[in-house]
């Protein structure tokens, strides 16, 4: 052998085992036979159920062991015991929507010193040193646009708008409200007559509907970014006649028949199958290690790459939008 | 003390309920007596305890009162606000604990000043306080509290598995255990308690006593507010809803008649134990929480049942011997009334114990 095979053969040798270094990580599985809690708020809950679905799902994919706990009260100290069960039976990790954004600050810190990974998924806490991710809808921003994308598709991109929301004072609506004014000024013809608030009763959203067609006889196109409010607006419209055009954020399973119908024609959630597969594949790569609360960092589930934003947030991306064409599917799981 | 031979009635039956619950789940689940969960239970249970003995107190001298729950979570939300405005937590405990008592007393006020009934009385302000939580946060709950105070909720006593909120419980169930059975005043409650008239003819200040207990009440609700913020670490105005019922339904559990004159604060020490023992041991095998609903219905029912039905089968077997009930340290379990037991008022030890 020259001396120059030998160095070749060195350096070879040499950057297989760089390669092989670099390359480890990315190849890491999750570890089979992991033991995960999946908490929802609350059982009995079809919205919960479909979440679960999908990290059932998950569970079987990465061949763990899941179970699906959780109280009847949709509160944070009723989820409490269900944590401390998880504790207790030695789980290596939960995946969690959090009822509460504080009061299971002190369960998720008796866990994560008992070395258990918490990801929240669909609902998140406020704390994020709390759990190690979070796996969210989309960001305020994507709904917010989304919204306004889907009305200015019914009405031309070009009207009066009007906004019926829920609680004056509901955080997540208004964080929507103000990318809805964003997007609003991709649409120069496209105007925004006023916010009206139902407060999540199905009462007020009729009456304060009715408002907005009293005040605006000329309204093309109306947005309710909550399930309450939507659905208010699609029953008065369909018996009243009207011809304002609907969108928002509903429940498919309440929306069905309003879309067969032609009520509405499309509007948008998101899903809660898609949350309960990624967060179960989120709290099964923590526990085996694969997966830290760092910016940039990535996680892989069925087959797409998702990439944690700061404080561990990862979205899985635009809501989904129903139609006329998958309405009926999802209508029978939430 | 004793003066009939023993016999078991249901404050004792409980205890051994409570000693052949943790000893069954003790070997059958390795889980359920390890340190963690015994300090989850505790602290799981700290707040219906915290209350259950004043309204094991308010049940015996024939009153209730169904807003503890909303006298708690507002308390809550006054030591929220109080941080956030002096930002010292010791003025933000103090607030707390008054709030609880004021509002104690003004329930405490209408039952004894207007002769309202305490269960309509209390149903208002069940609704008045909760009310009051949703003014005073709004829909922002208060969430800052220093590290060192809601360590205080989760970090165990050094050198032990135990919760810091076992100090308070083990203080009041000591400090109830001795007023309500060993000084006068106890036996003033008993007395109230077998007969209003009775015992102001006896010369008992009937309506101070009761002031008294609604403000007491209130005090602890204001403990159990303090308990409640730092086991959670905030104060939301939704806090602890339902838990006027667990308490309600603990105290009677405990062999505390609903009709009055009859309890002892071991028996409601037992029943919240083994409320929430049974609770963490169902939970542990498996159980869901539909079913867990289910079998805390079908104790208390049983609870109220089974002594009623010993009873009547007590009287039958006493009437075929043809021998008087209701003698002697025997006295009838819960669900029996008042009638059942001896007339005496404010007798010896009458109620100091039950046999």
């Not at chain 1, 004072?169 to 000024?185: H, L, Y």
């Amino acid at each position: 052998m020259t001396s120059i095979t030998k160095k070749v053969m060195a350096v070879a040798a040499g950057a297989a085992v760089i390669v092989g270094l670099a390359v480890a990580p990315v190849y890491a599985t999750p570890k089979a036979g992991l033991k995960i809690a999946i908490i929802p708020k609350s059982i009995n809950n079809g919205y919960f159920a479909a979440w679960n679905k999908g990290a059932q799902k998950a569970c079987k994919e990465l061949k763990a062991t899941c179970k699906y706990i959780g109280p009847t009260q949709a509160t944070g100290p009723a989820q409490v015991a269900f944590i401390n069960q998880a504790i207790q039976q030695g789980y290596n990790a939960i995946v969690l929507s959090a009822a509460d954004q504080n009061a299971l600050a002190p369960a998720l810190k008796k866990a994560k010193a008992k070395g258990i990974c918490v990801v929240t998924s669909d609902a998140d806490v406020s704390d994020p040193k709390t759990r190690t991710a979070a796996v969210l809808p989309a960001s305020s921003d994507r709904i917010g646009a989304a919204e306004v994308d889907w009305i200015a598709k019914e009405i031309g991109s070009k009207g009066k708008v009007a906004i019926l929301s829920a609680a004056a004072t509901a955080a997540n609506q208004n964080a929507w409200i103000e990318a809805m004014k964003k997007q609003f000024a991709k649409y120069p013809n496209m105007e925004l007559v006023g916010v009206y608030y139902g407060d999540d009763d199905a009462t007020k959203s009729a009456q304060q509907f009715n408002q907005i067609l009293t005040e605006h006889p000329d309204i093309a196109g109306i947005i309710s970014p909550t399930t309450v409010g939507i659905l208010a607006a699609a029953q008065e419209k369909k018996s009243k006649g009207s011809k304002v055009a609907i969108t928002g954020l509903g429940l498919p399973s309440q929306m069905k028949d309003y879309v067969l119908d032609g009520t509405v024609n499309q509007f948008g959630l998101w899903n809660p199958i898609d949350l309960g597969y990624v967060g179960t594949y989120g709290a099964a790569e923590c526990a085996s290690g694969n997966l830290k609360q760092a910016t940039g960092a990535k996680l892989t589930a069925g087959g797409k790459t998702y990439v944690e934003g700061p404080n561990g947030v990862i979205y899985l991306g635009d809501p989904f939008t129903f139609n006329k064409g998958n309405i009926v599917t999802f209508a029978k799981i939430y | 003390m004793r003066s009939g031979k023993f016999r078991l009635g249901w404050d004792k039956g409980i205890i051994l309920l409570l000693v052949m619950l943790i000893l069954f789940g003790g070997m059958s689940n390795n889980l359920f007596l390890a340190g963690d969960n015994i300090n989850f239970i505790i602290g799981d249970i700290s707040e219906v305890m915290l209350i259950a003995f004043p309204m094991a107190l308010l049940i015996i001298v024939k009153e209730i009162d169904l807003s503890v729950a909303s006298n708690l979570t507002l308390s809550s939300a006054v030591i929220g606000i109080t941080w956030h405005g002096t930002g010292s937590m010791w003025l933000a405990v103090l607030a707390g604990l008054l709030s609880g008592s004021a509002c104690g007393l003004l329930n405490g006020l209408l039952v004894t000043k207007l002769g309202l009934s305490s269960l309509a009385v209390t149903i208002g302000t069940l609704a008045l306080y909760r009310g009051l939580c949703y003014v005073l946060l709004g829909d922002t709950p208060v969430a800052d509290y220093p590290t060192e105070w809601t360590d205080l909720g989760y970090v165990p006593i050094p050198g032990t598995f135990l919760p810091w909120v076992i100090v308070p419980m083990v203080v009041a169930a000591l400090l109830f255990w001795y007023v309500l059975h060993g000084t006068r005043m106890g036996r003033w409650l008993f007395a109230i308690g077998q007969g209003d008239e009775a015992a102001i003819f006896s010369g008992i200040p009937l309506k101070r006593v009761k002031l008294g207990l609604f403000v007491l009440t209130g005090f602890m609700c204001g403990v159990a507010g303090l308990a409640y913020t730092v086991r959670f670490a905030s104060s939301s105005p939704d806090g602890a809803l339902g838990y006027e019922l667990l308490v309600i339904a603990a105290v009677l559990f405990g062999g505390v008649a609903i009709a009055g004159g009859v309890g002892t604060i071991w028996g409601v020490v037992a029943a919240v134990l083994i409320w929430g023992f049974s609770r963490s041991y169902l939970q542990l095998a498996g159980w869901d929480a539909n079913a867990l609903v289910i079998v805390s219905g079908l104790l208390l029912l049983l609870s109220v049942t089974i002594p009623r039905l010993l009873s009547k089968i007590r009287d039958a077997v006493a009437h075929r011997s043809s021998r008087p009930t209701g003698r002697g340290g025997a006295a009838p379990p819960p669900g029996d009334t008042a009638e059942h037991l001896s007339p005496a008022v404010a007798g010896h030890d009458q109620g100091s114990h039950r046999g």
